[in-house]
């Protein structure tokens, strides 16, 4: 089973953190909260979901972990102002493991400079600035290229959890 | 005097909308709320400020109005998803009319497509994609490129305020 970095900070969209969360770990996969500071709780912009950040993102390796998910709202915005965060998103996209993006989730990998000749969706509002970061917009409700995929907003979650699932069964796992 | 909009809807970042509106009213100038729906009251992220909105986006011009303000907050990202507040603001740019923008102001702008080849700059998370929307962002409190002036953030309000008053003595005023 995989290992799974949630990459998360305040003001995430409660449900694309909360449903994912739940079917990854219904398949017995780990999820981890990587944050900005271990130990502190953030907290969902709709509905105010508590979430315990378990590793600060500064002291956690790629080497450790066998995905990355960005869920969306106003936390990728906030988390894009960290370099280390910004690093280690940069830095799970060129490893080649799963990348879970859904909404606001690629605005951290706009920052990390790592979106170029990618295909990629996501939420409405970040349209123009996935396409001046050189990726291809694709407006559909998962997109899946090579080691990323992407979805647009909440509507898409069943579809986004499908995607995710068959490419973690795939995924390489660490010990 | 001169008629500012600004244009503003839910999240906006409280005191970047009401020290300078302060400020403007203070010197005599007028402000009208332009948002997405009129008559409704938006409020903002941080102390839940109300503002009433007095005109509908889809139903204002360019040309009845002397200036546009564009505060912060995650207010520009919820308006960029309307092609009515985009047009809007792309139009009032191209216009030659002062142009007010902080903080995360250049997000309307960059989905208008209007800030290819301007000095601009902007909140620390949209840096990058400022950048590649085509601008030359640069670090500073205030930056003013011809139509355009804009600030970072909060601490940058009293020097966004006398640059925008002193563009605003100089621009042409509608009847």
């Known amino acids: 089973m995989a290992k799974i ?3 998360v900070t305040d003001m995430f969209e409660d449900v694309e953190y909360t449903k994912p969360v739940a079917a990854f ?3 017995g996969h780990q999820v981890i ?3 900005l500071k271990a130990g502190v709780t953030v907290k969902g912009k709709s509905e105010g979901t508590p979430v315990r950040i378990d590793r600060d993102v500064e002291e956690v390796a790629v080497d450790e972990l066998d995905a990355l998910f960005i869920p969306g709202g106003y936390s990728p915005d906030k988390l894009r102002i960290d370099e280390a965060a910004v690093q280690f998103a940069r830095e799970f996209l ?4 799963p990348v879970l993006s859904i909404c606001h989730g690629p605005q951290l990998l706009i920052t990390a400079n790592a979106l170029r000749g990618r295909k ?3 939420y409405k509002s ?4 996935i396409k001046n970061a050189g990726a291809q917009f694709v ?3 998962v997109v899946e290229d090579g080691n990323l995929i992407s979805s647009r907003d909440p509507h898409d979650i069943p579809a986004f959890i499908d995607a995710s699932l068959k490419k973690l069964e795939k995924a390489k796992v660490t010990a």
């Open 120 to 122: 990629v969706t996501g």
């Open 33 to 35: 909260n990587v944050g």
């Open 25 to 27: 770990r219904g398949k």
């Open 5 to 7: 970095a949630a990459i």
């Open 139 to 141: 407006d559909q409700e």
């Open 126 to 129: 970040i349209v123009q600035d």
């Open 94 to 97: 060129e490893s080649g493991k």
